[in-house]
Nanobody
Framework: QVQLEESGGGLVQAGGSLRLSCAASGRGVSPYTMAWFRQAPGMERDFVAAITRSGVTTSYADSVKGRFTISRDNAKNTVYLQMNSLKPEDTAVYYC?????????????????????WGQGTQVTVSS
């Protein structure tokens, strides 16, 4: 049974930083893709960032490019999201997700429907 355990959310002032972590368990092989999505109240779940197993291929939403960095530790089956220069519009519940399937052309999937496993979510609140 696949389990995803997120941590690191909290309340921070605009311009501040947070680091999210998500540990995956339940399979012997590290996921091919590890990703973060976020969902604000009344909004759809949106793609934030993703990283493939090698760590070489990453993908970011335009709204977070240059501010957020995704990384992973395959030995720990853990993905991280370093969030800098946070803005009030970054306020949302952040969800971790993983996929063991290799996507077409090796590029990370960016639609929530493409993923089957989700963490419970961690709240990030950025005050102005």
């Amino acid at each position: 049974q696949v389990q995803l355990e997120e941590s690191g959310g909290g309340l921070v002032q605009a311009g501040g930083s947070l680091r999210l972590s998500c540990a995956a368990s339940g399979r012997g092989v590290s996921p091919y893709t590890m990703a973060w999505f976020r969902q604000a109240p009344g909004m759809e779940r949106d793609f934030v960032a993703a990283i493939t197993r090698s760590g070489v291929t990453t993908s970011y939403a335009d709204s977070v490019k240059g501010r957020f960095t995704i990384s992973r530790d395959n030995a720990k089956n853990t993905v991280y999201l370093q969030m800098n220069s946070l803005k009030p519009e970054d306020t949302a519940v952040y969800y971790c997700t993983v996929d063991w399937r290799v996507p077409p052309l090796g590029r990370p999937k960016v639609r929530p429907d493409d993923y089957d496993y989700w963490g419970q979510g961690t709240q990030v609140t950025v005050s102005s």
